[in-house]
């Protein structure tokens, strides 16, 4: 069974360019997790969808952030006018009512650099 | 404000020690509280995690000691092996309405051979 597949794995951008990062869930998990990672402050919640529809987005910024889950096989998080400040590994997660309590399960991240 | 706290940043216990990352959190309504680890250019993955209703969850060498009372927790590492070198985080979440998790901002734990 793969796991949550995550594109690009890396990806550079130049200050004020758009920045599009996809995420696919495991196959069958109904609800779909993004996070922000960085040194300073580890790991933020930014998202999350529940049978592809938007249930929580309390973490995102939300001037130049938005997300999207258009079918039940992937996610998009889009950044607008990136900044400096964006860069981080943006993580992406999957997990299913059957398991026991909320288990998530992480891609590799997306790990994104705004020069 | 951070809802979930632990200490310490970073651990160095020798090889055959018992290493024990510490977490404490705000929320009365969090009930769930898995432990996550992340090895570097991974993403984290669920270690072992503890309901409220209970004190102790044992899963081999991963222990979980839970004071509701004092809404601490901590996690204890027997016999700590050098591929036990990782970032562990605390989280918490409700079990019932929103499923967000929310992360403490981890323990760096390097295992010393």
């Known amino acids: 069974n793969a796991g949550v597949i995550q594109t690009p794995r890396h990806k550079v951008t130049g200050k004020g360019q758009e920045a599009t990062l996809w995420c696919e869930p495991i196959?069958?998990?109904?609800?779909v997790f993004w996070y922000r990672q960085t040194i300073v402050q580890g790991l933020e919640f930014l998202t999350y969808?529940?049978?592809?529809?938007?249930?929580?987005d309390s973490g995102m910024p939300k001037e130049r952030f938005s997300a999207q889950m258009p079918n039940q096989s992937h996610s998009t998080l889009k950044i607008q006018s990136t900044q400096p400040q964006d860069s981080a590994v943006y993580l992406c997660?999957?997990?299913?009512?059957?398991?026991?309590?909320?288990?998530?399960?992480f891609g590799e991240g997306s790990r994104l650099i705004v020069v | 404000q951070q809802q979930v706290r632990q200490s310490p940043q970073s651990l160095t216990v020798w090889e055959g020690e018992t290493a024990i990352l510490n977490c404490s959190y705000e929320n009365s309504a969090f009930d769930y509280f898995p432990w996550y680890q992340q090895f570097p250019g991974e993403g984290p993955a669920l270690l072992i995690a503890?309901?409220?209703?209970?004190d102790k969850k044992e899963d081999g060498r991963f222990t979980i000691f839970f004071n509701k009372r004092e809404k601490k927790l901590s996690l204890h590492i027997t016999d700590s092996q050098p591929g036990d070198s990782a970032t562990y985080f605390c989280a918490a979440s409700e079990s019932y309405g929103n499923e967000k998790i929310t992360f403490g901002a981890g323990t760096k734990l390097t295992i010393k051979p």
């Open positions: 969808f529940r049978n592809q529809a938007p249930i929580d």
């Open positions: 196959s069958g998990h109904s609800a």
């Open positions: 503890i309901r409220s209703v209970s």
């Open positions: 997660a999957s997990s299913s009512y059957r398991d026991s309590g909320n288990t998530l399960y």
